[in-house]
């Protein structure tokens, strides 16, 4: 690990372990982040069957873990952020220890400790934008291809290079700047005080760190019609309408060109045989 990306690392992990406390607050259980995250729990259904050894990065406090693992899946959970973790493992002791779940401390860029120690995956996966905290998505994609066996499943779920709800939003709200804030694909986000770098690299970029390791197979927008978290506010006193806008994404969601303009985008991958 070079100078640089261990400055980013410890970073990032101070920055997540500053929100750690309020995260399920603000998003896990507010209406937004629950409309978003059905979206992706059906696709890691459909990639992971029941039986099967996942790898998950960037962990948080491990709802999407439990989920999983509460469906027989066996899920080792990582992330970054020590308080990130300690959250998720005292889940254990309000909601539930389940055998088949394991959490660990860990960036990204140290999933070789994996590798080293001779263990294997059926797949692996990002939920929310982890990855979008990676400066360089080639060496963690070179990782997961020692990790994740040949025709396994990868589900990575980042913010996108431009989404049109955002655009909306800060332009009606006179907010010019932060409505294109995307579109260069770079910029600094100030988490609780911290200031962390953020990338929004396109699909083709994505495609191409990931290959000749990774074929991807299917891509989806995830928050097209469901607004992003900051309109929660506003959405508590429309529920109807994110409800119309649920039903509207579940047909949309993966149309050309719509499913790149989403809050995020799930890109589907499968490890290629050697």
């Known amino acids: ?8 690392i410890s970073a990032a992990a101070t920055a997540f372990d500053r929100i750690a406390s309020s995260y399920d607050d603000v998003f896990t259980r507010s209406l937004i982040g629950r409309a978003q995250r059905k979206q992706v729990w059906a696709k890691l259904l459909a990639a992971f069957p029941p039986g099967q050894r996942v790898l998950e990065l960037n962990c948080g406090t491990g709802e999407d873990a439990r989920f999983l693992a509460k469906r027989n899946r066996s899920v080792v959970a990582c992330d970054v952020s020590p308080s990130m973790i ?18 660990l401390q860990l960036a990204n860029e140290d999933l070789g400790l994996f590798f080293s120690r001779g263990h294997s995956f059926d797949g692996a996966f990002s939920n929310f934008s982890g990855l979008n905290c990676v400066a360089d998505l080639g060496p963690v994609a070179a990782i997961l291809a020692t990790l994740v066996r040949p025709g396994g499943r990868l589900v990575l779920c980042l913010w996108s290079r431009f989404c049109l709800a955002e655009l909306i939003w800060y332009v009606l709200h006179g907010q010019p700047r932060k409505a294109v804030r995307r579109i260069s694909g770079t910029a600094s986000a100030n988490v609780a005080g ?6 929004y690299p396109t699909v083709r970029a994505i495609r191409r760190a990931f290959s000749p390791w990774f074929r991807l197979e299917s891509r989806s927008a995830i928050g097209l019609f469901v607004p992003p978290s900051y309109v929660e506010q506003w959405i508590r006193k429309h529920k109807k ?22 809050d995020h985008i799930l890109l589907e991958f499968v490890r290629c045989k050697p």
């Open 1 to 8: 690990m070079n100078g640089v990306n261990s400055v980013t």
């Open 86 to 103: 300690d959250i998720a493992r005292r889940r254990d002791l309000t909601e539930g220890r389940l055998a088949n779940l394991e959490y």
């Open 194 to 199: 911290t200031t962390i770098p953020v990338s």
């Open 241 to 262: 309408f994110l409800a119309h806008m649920e039903s509207l994404e579940r047909v949309f969601a993966e149309w050309p060109v719509l499913r790149g303009i989403g």
